[in-house]
């Protein structure tokens, strides 16, 4: 076979601009959160200031703990229950409901966040819940376990089933050979969905503000309404700070994925 | 084969808990919005005026339905701010979405020619900002465009505007705001078409004398229309209800259903009126969120 380079100047040029359109912003933001000057675009140096006033600030600090708690709780929920539901689409052949039940997998993935908001606000105020936390927790679960679902589900698709099968040819109850068999070789996609779950939550505002009560909001609420009354340079660190923690989190979540496709190789070439 | 089915039936148990939690808190709120969508606005907390009571027996559930009223749709279908505001929201994503299409497909073709262990990279880089937060890019970019930010001060020292323009709160910041994020939903569906794609069919196309723009119109174009259809349905639908990028970007004189919604819902505490809103809304997605689920599950049930 011969192997002809077939990258012209055009594609090397639209893939530079297409990054540098989408990492440019992003890294002057970075930048820009360690200026000493109070005025944004005036640079007076390099400075800790705004990440100090960040952490003298009571409310936001508040703010982060609440979205923080949230992500971890419902990320983790979505984890178990979107697994739960990838095994059954993708293992569990035909059974009744099962349109139903993908369509409403798969419609809050583009759903406009203000209806799902609206109508989770609506179901809460009608069950008389208090507002707060849970509310948040359900609603964040609800939206992300359907993204953990179609992670771990693609992954499952792509497995050789026949491992399945052979643990169970050899004596295996599916149960056992599921654990056993298929649980370790989707480990990594459900990983790679926790971290996903876990950043669309600490990420998301019009959901939590409609399922948020007085006195708990998240982050994102705070940053918001500060963002509404103009830029201040105590956002640019905050927001850099939310940026570490998920170029943490994407290393994690490579690792898992690379993990995922050096052990899947033998069992299904992608 | 055998084997196979016996594993099914305790698969199908684990889509118990998932199938529950999806009915109660994604399918029974519809419910709601469509029950507080017919009745009357009322100044209370709730702010609407119950329409049933499904425990008050026959009689009164019947007076309910009487008095259920489609009053809040006769505003919206009355009210220019509503009816605009529909045509609004379905003009910026159709444009948005042309736009995305645009820009994305030459990345898109772009990555798919890398060498294949670069384009792993590629793929890494361009899902990147899909993980952090939406709010912080659009902050970003507030950043830039606003008055004497970077965008202003290098058009002024490169001389090519004489004043400071005007960005913020302007269209054409709410499409850059859009464009920004939806992008890597845009490239990747296209770059897993043409990823896939025989590089021969084109050389083939080539070597029979094709000139480059007829070897892309006529065979790399037609063969990526899935790609196309995924990448472009992935942007509209969200778009068309988009409240945070036209809330931070664009002005206010003219807004998208998205924002009015959260008006009357937050400003206004018209829940009613919100909900009718989001139902309309629903309505007008329908057909596109069809389309969508039926390309996610033939993606994802005949397996890759």
Redesign the interface.
């Known amino acids: 076979m011969r192997k002809v380079s077939?990258?012209?100047h055009?594609?090397?040029a639209?893939?530079a601009l297409?990054?540098a359109?989408?990492?440019l912003?992003?890294l002057?933001?970075v930048i820009?959160s360690f200026n000493a000057s109070r005025?944004?675009?005036v640079w007076g140096g390099w400075s800790l200031r705004w990440y100090h006033e960040f952490f003298n600030d009571r409310a936001m600090i508040e703010a982060a703990w609440m979205s923080l708690r949230v992500a971890v709780s419902s990320a983790t929920i979505a984890t178990l229950?979107?697994t739960?539901?990838a095994?059954?689409?993708?293992?569990?052949?035909r059974?009744r409901?099962r349109t139903l039940?993908?369509?409403?997998?798969?419609?809050?993935?583009?759903?406009?966040?203000?209806?799902?908001g609206?109508?989770?606000l609506?179901?809460f105020?009608?069950l008389n819940a208090e507002r707060g936390f849970w509310t948040v927790t359900?609603?964040h679960?609800?939206l992300t376990?359907c993204f953990v679902?179609?992670v771990v589900?693609?992954r499952l698709?792509?497995l050789d089933?026949s491992l399945?099968?052979a643990a169970?040819?050899l004596g295996c109850n599916?149960?056992r050979?599921?654990v056993a068999v298929t649980l370790p070789l989707i480990a990594p996609a459900i990983v790679a969905g926790w971290m996903?779950a876990f950043?669309l939550s600490?990420?998301d505002?019009?959901i939590a503000?409609?399922t948020t009560g007085p006195g708990s909001a998240t982050l994102?609420i705070r940053?918001?309404s500060e963002?509404?009354l103009g830029?201040k340079p105590e956002?640019?660190a905050i927001?850099t700070l939310?940026?570490a923690l998920?170029a943490v989190?994407?290393v994690i979540a490579?690792l898992a994925s690379k993990l995922s496709s050096s052990q899947g190789e033998s069992a299904a070439p992608? | 084969m055998s084997?196979?089915?016996?594993?099914?039936?305790?698969?199908?148990?684990?889509?118990i808990?998932?199938?529950v939690?999806?009915?109660l808190?994604?399918?029974?709120?519809?419910g709601?919005?469509l029950k507080?969508s017919l009745s009357q606005t009322a100044i209370a907390q709730?702010p609407y005026e119950p329409v049933f009571d499904l425990m008050a027996g026959w009689e009164v559930l019947k007076a309910a339905f009487a008095a259920l009223s489609i009053d809040n749709f006769k505003l919206l279908a009355s009210d220019d701010i509503y009816v605009f505001a529909y045509v609004r929201s379905l003009t910026v994503a159709v444009t948005a979405t042309a736009l995305l299409l645009v820009?994305?497909y030459?990345?898109a073709?772009?990555?798919a020619?890398?060498p294949k262990r670069w384009q792993a990279v590629?793929m890494?880089?361009?899902i990147?900002?899909f993980?952090?937060?939406?709010?912080?890019?659009i902050?970003?970019?507030?950043?830039?465009l606003?008055h004497?930010?970077?965008l202003n001060?290098i058009l002024l020292a490169l001389h090519l505007v004489s004043q400071p323009v005007v960005w913020l709160s302007t269209d054409s910041a709410m499409y850059i705001g859009i464009v920004?994020s939806y992008?890597?939903f845009m490239?990747l569906p296209l770059y897993a078409t043409l990823a896939k794609m025989e590089?021969m069919l084109e050389e083939a196309a080539g070597d029979l004398g094709a000139p480059p723009w007829q070897v892309f119109w006529l065979v790399t174009f037609p063969l990526s229309l899935p790609g196309v259809g995924a990448g472009v349905?992935?942007c509209f639908?969200?778009i068309?209800?988009?409240?945070?990028i036209p809330d931070?970007l664009a002005g206010s004189n003219s807004l998208m259903i998205?924002q009015t919604?959260?008006l009357e819902?937050?400003t206004n505490k018209d829940?009613p009126v919100?909900?009718a809103a989001?139902i309309v809304?629903?309505v007008v997605?329908l057909v596109p969120?069809l389309l969508?689920?039926r390309l996610?599950?033939r993606q994802?049930?005949q397996?890759?």
């Open positions: 077939r990258l012209s055009f594609n090397i639209s893939l297409g990054l359109f989408l990492y912003p992003i002057i933001l820009y005025l944004v675009t229950l979107g739960l539901a095994v059954a689409l993708s293992r569990g052949e059974f409901g039940f993908s369509g409403m997998l798969y419609a809050p993935l583009v759903m406009p966040e203000v209806i799902t609206l109508s989770l609506l179901l105020v009608a359900i609603a679960t609800t376990m679902a179609v589900q693609s698709g792509s089933r399945e099968e169970m040819d599916p149960v050979a599921f996903l950043t600490l990420d505002l019009v503000s409609f994102p940053i918001y963002v509404r830029v956002i640019n927001c939310v940026i998920i989190v994407i490579s992608l | 084997s196979r089915r016996i594993f099914a039936r305790p698969a199908r148990f684990a889509a808990v998932p199938y939690w999806m009915v808190f994604f399918l029974v709120p519809f709601f919005v507080i709730p820009i994305g030459p990345i073709y772009g990555m020619r890398l590629a890494v880089l361009v990147v900002p993980w952090t937060s939406f709010l912080i890019r902050y970003a970019w507030i950043n830039i606003q004497d930010g970077l001060q920004y992008l890597p490239i590089p349905l992935l639908i969200p068309v209800g988009e409240f945070v931070l998205g919604l959260w819902f937050f829940w919100a909900s989001a809304l629903l997605l969120l969508y689920e996610q599950k994802l049930e397996g890759r």
